[in-house]
Nanobody, 121 residues
Framework: QVQLVESGGGLVQAGGSLRLSCLAS????????MGWYRQTPGKQRELVAA???????NYASSVKGRFTISRDNAKNTVYLQMNSLKPEDTAVYYC???????????????WGQGTQVTVSS
C-alpha cells in the first residue's frame, strides 16, 4: 500500500507565501516523476509544477517565477514553495507521484487527498 499525504495549506494574504509538502510512504521501491496539481470548483484539475527524479522541473506559465518545486529523494518528499501568492491561486492542491512498488513490474499513478490553499485579497 502507498499513501501520499500533503501538508502546509492554509489561508494567506495576497503577496504572502506558503510551502506545501507531500510525503510518500508505504512499500515504495522508487519514485519517478512527482508533481503538484490544483483544482477549483467546476474546473478541471491542472498541472502546477512537476519534477523528475533527476531534478528537471516544469511549471505552468501562471506560476513561473513565483513557485518552486523541489524534492528530497531520500525522504520520498516533494515540496512546493509558493511566493507572491495571488487570489487566483486559491484552490485545492493535490500531490501526484509515479511510484514503483516493491515486487511490481510497473509503476502506478498515486494522488494525495488534497490541501486547501486560500489567498485573500
Amino acid at each position: 500500500q502507498v499513501q501520499l499525504v500533503e501538508s502546509g495549506g492554509g489561508l494567506v494574504q495576497a503577496g504572502g507565501s506558503l510551502r506545501l509538502s507531500c510525503l510518500a510512504s508505504g512499500s515504495i521501491d522508487s519514485i519517478n516523476n512527482m508533481g503538484w496539481y490544483r483544482q477549483t470548483p467546476g474546473k478541471q484539475r491542472e498541472l502546477v509544477a512537476a519534477i523528475t527524479r533527476g531534478g528537471r522541473t516544469n511549471y505552468a506559465s501562471s506560476v513561473k517565477g513565483r513557485f518552486t518545486i523541489s524534492r528530497d529523494n531520500a525522504k520520498n518528499t516533494v515540496y512546493l514553495q509558493m511566493n507572491s501568492l495571488k487570489p487566483e491561486d486559491t484552490a485545492v492542491y493535490y500531490c501526484n507521484a509515479d511510484i514503483l512498488r516493491y515486487s511490481s513490474r510497473y509503476s502506478d499513478d498515486y494522488w494525495g487527498q488534497g490541501t486547501q490553499v486560500t489567498v485573500s485579497s
